[in-house]
């Protein structure tokens, strides 16, 4: 079946590491994204990326950091520089980056730091 | 600067029984509009999006949406839900034709249906 697989789903990180949080699609969409969401919160946007070997900040970049290697792969890296990384991390894909095109979530990964 | 605003953040609701989960927002051009659902410890699934055209807009298991746009809303209806209605829904919006980065998405409503 076609769509978008993420892992690990849940993961517990140490203070002061970084970790990886995998991001996998077959749908053969151009634009991926990484999406934060707290409780009571919508999704705040952290990086994006239109086209292979290309990405842009989005509206909480700071303390992240991703690559775009591959078309089918978008890896987030939660960094030490990020201060609150616990929160639940949507990855997406759409065709297009046009908002008009529909947008397709993975099933998310739980991120805590112990 | 776009907005969205879900007005209700819990909505109760029994079995059977029609429901509305309101959204508004604030643009000052055209506008696409979204609703997604997301079950516990799920991504977001589109429900229904409106882009153009009719503002009567149908989606997946059975929900539907009005755009007015004098009133700025674009709110969710079903007109009987089934316990597994039991979710999250997030009003989103963006400007017409604009990217994915400008979507801005509202705090959710988390539906519950009560037997």
């Known amino acids: 079946d076609g769509g978008i697989t993420q892992s690990p789903k849940y993961l517990f990180r140490k203070e002061g590491q970084n970790v990886t949080l995998s991001c996998e699609q077959n749908l053969n969409h151009d634009a991926m994204y990484w999406y934060r969401q707290d409780p009571g919160q919508g999704l705040r946007l952290i990086y994006y990326s239109q086209i292979v070997n290309d990405f842009q900040k989005g509206d909480i970049a700071e303390g992240y950091s991703v690559s775009r290697e591959k078309k089918e792969s978008f890896p987030l890296t939660v960094t030490s520089a990020q201060k609150n990384p616990t929160a639940f991390y949507l990855c997406?894909?759409?065709?297009?980056?046009?908002?008009?095109?529909?947008?397709?979530f993975g099933e998310g990964s739980w991120l805590t730091v112990v | 600067a776009q907005s969205v605003t879900q007005l209700d953040s819990q909505v109760p609701v029994f079995e059977e029984a029609p429901v509305e989960l309101r959204c508004n927002y604030s643009?000052?051009?055209?506008?696409?509009l979204f609703w997604y659902v997301q079950y516990p410890n799920q991504g977001l699934q589109l429900l229904l999006k409106y882009l153009s055209g009719s503002t009567l807009v149908k989606g997946i298991n059975g929900f539907e949406a009005e755009f007015n746009k004098s009133q700025t809303s674009f709110h969710l209806r079903k007109p009987s839900v089934h316990i597994s209605d039991t979710a999250e829904y997030f009003c989103?919006?963006?400007?017409?034709?604009?990217?994915?980065?400008?979507?801005?998405f509202g705090p959710g409503t988390s539906l519950s249906v009560i037997p």
């Open positions: 997406a894909s759409s065709l297009r980056h046009d908002s008009g095109n529909t947008i397709y």
């Open positions: 989103a919006v963006s400007e017409a034709g604009t990217s994915y980065d400008k979507v801005i």
């Open positions: 643009s000052s051009v055209s506008v696409y």
